[in-house]
């Protein structure tokens, strides 16, 4: 069994994408806890992610040079590297804010406001 | 086989992301994430992409999942059932991620030049060939990559830790 044979075209994939993309947004818009906001991000980067490897995969034919033929694959590895970045940063952030605050509500992080 | 294997999958990542957004309790919301991103993994390998499937099981469901439910267990506040709820204009969100998606649905869904379907495919995803694109054309994102970890990885703990008053 090769799993790798599939029969869903590229457009398919996109849809998911922009699905998991959509849901991340509405998070980030609607959410009052700023983890909730921080899991919302990691959806919606790797919704892009879905994307890159989804081009790579059905743009891709035997004219491309055999070195560049993974670009995507390659452009996705970053995304990753930069989310775990990201989360990693973001999570420290909160739990300083929370030390000073006692709090993860986003609405009452408002005191760079003058 | 693989069109049912995508159809499962795909439904079990929208269907756990769903839950991360709308749950009202965040420690499911941070199960469900880790759900999500196990279902996009197996997308990965439906698209020939095995060493990133094997990368987003590591990073995104053994490492940023967990690293979620540490942050959520540490600034948890009162009732758990009651941890994550939506803002005064959770509406407003709702409306602009529908229409979102809607456009790039239309867009997707009326470009021809995406309605294709997967040819043969010959030239692997595997770690050796990854690293070999790694390690000739892209050196220097791959090694600037490496100097953002640190640096991030450094920041982190100073920024988790606290910088100590020095007399």
């Known amino acids: ?114 | 086989m693989g069109t049912i294997v995508f159809f499962i999958f795909a439904i079990l990542a929208i269907a756990a992301a769903w839950g991360v957004v709308t749950s009202r309790n965040i420690v499911h919301s941070a199960f469900y994430l880790a759900l999500s991103f196990s279902g996009v993994a197996v997308l990965y390998v439906l698209m020939n992409a095995d060493f990133l499937a094997a990368v987003q099981l590591l990073v995104y469901t053994g490492a940023v999942s967990i690293m979620v439910v540490f942050a959520v267990m540490l600034t948890l506040r009162g009732e758990v059932s009651d941890s994550n709820p939506e803002n005064r204009k959770w509406g407003w969100g709702a409306f602009i991620s529908v229409l979102l998606f809607a456009v790039i649905a239309l867009v997707v869904l009326t470009n021809p030049d995406w309605r294709i379907l997967p040819s043969a495919w010959t030239s692997g995803g595997s770690a050796e060939d990854m690293s070999l694109l790694l390690l000739s054309q892209f050196m220097i994102p791959f090694e600037a990559a490496a100097v953002l970890l640190t640096v991030a990885l450094a920041g982190a703990v100073i920024l988790a830790k606290g910088v100590k008053e020095n007399k």
């Open chain 1, 1 to 114: 069994m090769n799993l790798g044979n599939l029969s869903v075209g590229l457009s398919t994939y996109l849809l998911v994408g922009a699905m998991l993309f959509c849901l991340g947004l509405y998070g980030v818009f609607a959410k009052r806890n700023i983890i909730a906001i921080l899991m919302s991000l990691e959806l919606m980067l790797n919704a892009v992610n879905i994307n890159f490897v989804a081009f790579n995969r059905f743009l891709w034919n035997q004219k491309i040079d055999i070195h560049y033929i993974l670009t995507g694959n390659v452009a996705a590895l970053f995304v990753i590297v930069v989310a775990a970045a990201e989360i990693a940063v973001g999570l420290a952030l909160v739990i300083t804010i929370y030390r000073n605050r006692q709090s993860t509500n986003v609405d009452e992080f408002n005191w760079l406001k003058w």
